[in-house]
Nanobody, 124 residues
Framework: QVQLVESGGGLVEPGGSLRLSCATS????????IAWFRQAPGKEREGVSS????????FYADSGKGRFTISRDKTKNTVYLQMNSLKREDTAVYYC?????????????????WGQGTQVTVSS
């Protein structure tokens, strides 16, 4: 059974940091990419970042460049999203998703597997 389980969300003040984790199980990661998406209330889902499992190729949305870093731990089958210098506009539910390598990284339709999401709230 394929599972993606996010953790690490929470409430943080503007300028603070969070590290999200996406623990995966039940599928072969070598030919997949893992991505982070987010959805804020009243807004469409948007891609945040992705990483190819085998090569470690990364992509970032402009909104997160220089602030967010995606990484993977092959020994734990886990992907991380380190988020620094958080802004109020980063508030959203963050989802990790797994899809075959080669899919357009920020098109959610290309991802077959999704986690349940973790809430990130940036507020003072």
């Amino acid at each position: 059974q394929v599972q993606l389980v996010e953790s690490g969300g929470g409430l943080v003040e503007p300028g603070g940091s969070l590290r999200l984790s996406c623990a995966t199980s039940g599928f072969t990661l070598d030919y997949h990419a893992i991505a982070w998406f987010r959805q804020a209330p009243g807004k469409e889902r948007e891609g945040v970042s992705s990483i190819s499992w085998r090569e470690g190729t990364t992509f970032y949305a402009d909104s997160g460049k220089g602030r967010f870093t995606i990484s993977r731990d092959k020994t734990k089958n886990t992907v991380y999203l380190q988020m620094n210098s958080l802004k109020r506009e980063d508030t959203a539910v963050y989802y990790c998703a797994g899809g075959e390598f080669g899919t357009t990284w920020d098109d959610g339709r290309g991802y077959d597997y999704w986690g349940q999401g973790t809430q990130v709230t940036v507020s003072s």
